[in-house]
């Protein structure tokens, strides 16, 4: 059975950090491209960063120079670290693992960043 479960989401104060953490299991995890989406009320799906099998990145305008993904094949994990975090960034992060036609998603964790 293949699940992602995210973790590490929470409340946070403006400028704080967070580290996201995306655990896979039952695939082969190695081959799969990941991605982060956050969802805030009210607006669409957003991409936030994603790492391909061989680990090159791409990060959404928006998160760029504050945001950073990693990946861990030995732990079957995806790591996104989030640094200068603002109220912008409130929403429900979500990880998607994507292979040819395989794509399986997370349940989402909530970042809630307020004072």
């Known amino acids: 059975q293949v699940q992602l479960v995210e973790s590490g989401g929470g409340l946070v104060q403006p400028g704080g950090s967070l580290r996201l953490s995306c655990a896979a299991s039952?695939?082969?995890?190695?081959?799969?491209?990941v991605t982060w989406y956050r969802q805030a009320p009210g607006k669409q799906r957003e991409l936030v960063a994603a790492?391909?099998?061989?680990?090159?990145?791409n990060y959404g305008d928006s998160v760029k120079g504050r945001f950073t993904i990693t990946r861990d094949n030995a732990k079957m994990m995806v790591y996104l670290e989030m640094n200068g975090l603002q109220p912008g960034d409130t929403a429900v992060y979500s990880c998607?693992?994507?292979?040819?036609?395989?794509?399986?998603w997370g349940q989402g964790t909530r970042v809630t960043v307020s004072s």
């Open positions: 998607n693992s994507a292979y040819l036609s395989h794509s399986y």
């Open positions: 790492i391909s099998s061989q680990g090159s990145t």
């Open positions: 039952g695939i082969n995890f190695s081959r799969y491209a």
